[in-house]
């Protein structure tokens, strides 16, 4: 859906950067999802 180094806005936080897509290393986590990690612009 969105790639590494996009700018999307996310809610309240306003515009991101997508930095990493996976799935992050906490544990109880849905690994059957794609996760966006953002970072504010």
Sequence with gaps: ???I???II???NGV???ED???PS???????K???ILKTV
């Excluded at 906490?26 to 059957?32: A, E, K, L, T």
């Design 5 to 7: 180094g996009e700018l």
């Design 34 to 36: 794609v996760y966006y």
């Design 10 to 12: 996310y809610g309240s």
């Design 26 to 32: 906490i544990s109880r986590i849905n690994i059957d």
């Design 16 to 18: 991101c950067k997508v």
């Design 21 to 23: 897509i996976g799935v």
């Design 1 to 3: 859906m969105y790639e």
